[in-house]
């Protein structure tokens, strides 16, 4: 069984910075690519950014230059620096991985708070 515990969300004024991590735990082999999605209401989950296992990494246009992804591949952690909020950028933040326990699939975690005002 593999789970992924996020933390660090929470209220912030516009301007802030916040930053989010996720620890994937379990009979892990290996972690693959992990990565953010969030989901404001009535709005369709998306990706905020995504990294490889080798540090390659992909941001969605909208947080590019506000946002860092980063991993510890010996903690199985990875977190999410996010500078010069928006509120635009309040949602649920949802941590992501791809894992090869027992078999290969993908986890998501329960999701965390981000609260942007203005």
């Known amino acids: 069984q593999v789970q992924l515990v996020e933390s660090g969300g929470g209220l912030v004024q516009a301007g802030g910075s916040l930053r989010l991590s996720c620890t994937a735990s379990g009979s892990i082999f290996r972690v693959n690519a992990m990565g953010w999605y969030r989901q404001a209401p009535g709005k369709q989950r998306e990706l905020v950014a995504d990294i490889t296992s080798g540090g390659s990494t992909n941001y969605a246009d909208s947080v590019k230059g506000r946002f860092t992804i980063s991993r510890d591949n010996a903690k199985n952690t990875v977190s999410l620096q996010m500078n010069s909020l928006k509120p635009e950028d309040t949602a649920v933040y949802y941590c992501?991985?791809?894992?090869?326990?027992?078999?290969?699939?993908?986890?998501w975690g329960q999701g965390t708070q981000v609260t942007v005002s203005s």
């Open positions: 992501n991985a791809e894992v090869r326990a027992f078999k290969l699939g993908v986890y």
